[in-house]
């Protein structure tokens, strides 16, 4: 590992320890003129994208904060020969549905040095940047590494692009000839069997709620096994009633309903979430489809034939590639989106 290397794992490091100590409001702080910029950029993001509540935004600094330490990025790694990519270009095209979500590509980048041309979701146009100074001022090395571009992307050696099955397919006909990680709509699940206990259906309903729902980490089903008892469910999600106070959010709620009103669909609500039966996986805002199920082995099934479309499933069963209630939202910084490996894919450019 050269002196380089190590010293842009440490500029990360202590871009973890600026999140940590925002989010616990820590009085002494080592980068406090760091801490007030940041404080500005969440009022300033939320201000222009009323998605981003400041609960969310601090949400994804939190996480981030866990991951962000010199130990746990070694250890991720580890595994890789390494190589210097300073010689190459990296075009990183973000999404914007929650704070953040691109960070992780660029971190991948700057971690192999890649130059990086990076086009801002319109959604999410201050964290990231904001990120970026607050390196460069770490690290001078960094300086220059990062442009950010509006208009058409040039000049780049591979690219990185994520957004819905709409964009992806101009995605893949732009940079088809490029080497590309591309990707485009997932959705996530929750299989129950029945033995939750009242704290995994209160994490579960985080897993829901967290991010409105936007993310696609976010579950947006739930696979229940026959004659369960929905009210287990509304019950688990009542501490999350005051989500309807917000303005977007509550548009979104009553537009599906109507719609589902005037179609003569069934469904049961409690005044913030719509539970509706649906073989679909991804439910609109507001909703929460459900599915019910006679044997593990269906289940196992449907996960395989809709892989390409399931991001993560949380569940108590064991259905091999299951993560915990309450843990969609905080993926480690070893997890891939769409379970492909950016690291590995950087290295091949």
């Known amino acids: 590992m050269t002196l380089d290397f190590k010293e842009r794992i440490k500029a990360f490091s202590e871009l973890g320890t600026l999140f940590k100590e925002n989010i616990d409001k820590k009085e002494n702080k080592k980068f406090p003129k760091w801490d007030l910029l940041l404080e ?43 190589e210097d990519k300073s010689s190459k270009r990296i075009a990183i095209i973000m999404a914007g549905n929650i704070p953040a979500v691109g960070f992780h590509d660029l971190l991948c980048s700057l971690l192999l040095n890649f130059d990086c041309l990076v086009k801002l979701s319109s959604d999410d146009k201050f964290i990231i940047p904001f990120i970026v100074k607050f390196l460069e001022s770490r690290n001078k090395k960094l300086n220059n590494k990062v442009v950010f571009e509006s208009e058409k992307l040039k000049n780049f050696d591979g690219v990185i692009a994520t957004g819905n099955n709409n964009s992806h397919r101009y995605f893949d006909y732009y940079f088809s000839k490029y ?29 829901i709620f967290n991010y409105f729902g936007l993310g696609c980490r976010s579950v947006s089903k739930v696979f229940l096994p026959r004659s369960y008892d929905l009210d287990l469910l509304f019950n688990a999600f009542f501490k999350h009633k005051e989500i309807i106070n917000h303005n977007k959010y509550v548009n979104n709620f009553d537009y599906n309903k109507a719609v589902y009103l005037m179609s003569k669909e069934k469904f049961i609500e409690n005044g913030f979430l719509i539970l509706k039966e649906e073989t679909k996986l991804g439910s609109p805002i507001g909703c929460l489809f459900y599915e019910f199920y006679d044997d593990k082995k269906d289940i196992i099934k449907l996960m395989q034939n809709n892989s390409d479309s399931i991001q993560c499933v949380a569940s108590n ?19 891939y989106a769409d379970n492909n490996d950016t690291i590995k894919f950087l290295l091949k450019i």
């Open 179 to 207: 080497p590309n990680l591309l990707r485009k709509t997932r959705h996530s699940i929750a299989v129950l069997d029945g033995n939750e206990s009242d704290e995994d259906l209160s994490n579960l309903s985080n897993d």
């Open 40 to 82: 500005e950029t969440i009022i300033k993001s939320k201000s222009y994208n009323s998605w981003f509540t400041i609960d969310n935004l601090k949400l994804s600094l939190k996480n981030w904060s866990d991951s962000l330490q010199e130990n746990i990025i070694s250890d991720w790694l580890f595994k890789y020969n390494i």
């Open 317 to 335: 069963m064991d259905l091999k590639t299951n993560i915990q209630f309450g843990q969609t939202q905080c993926p480690t910084i070893g997890d």
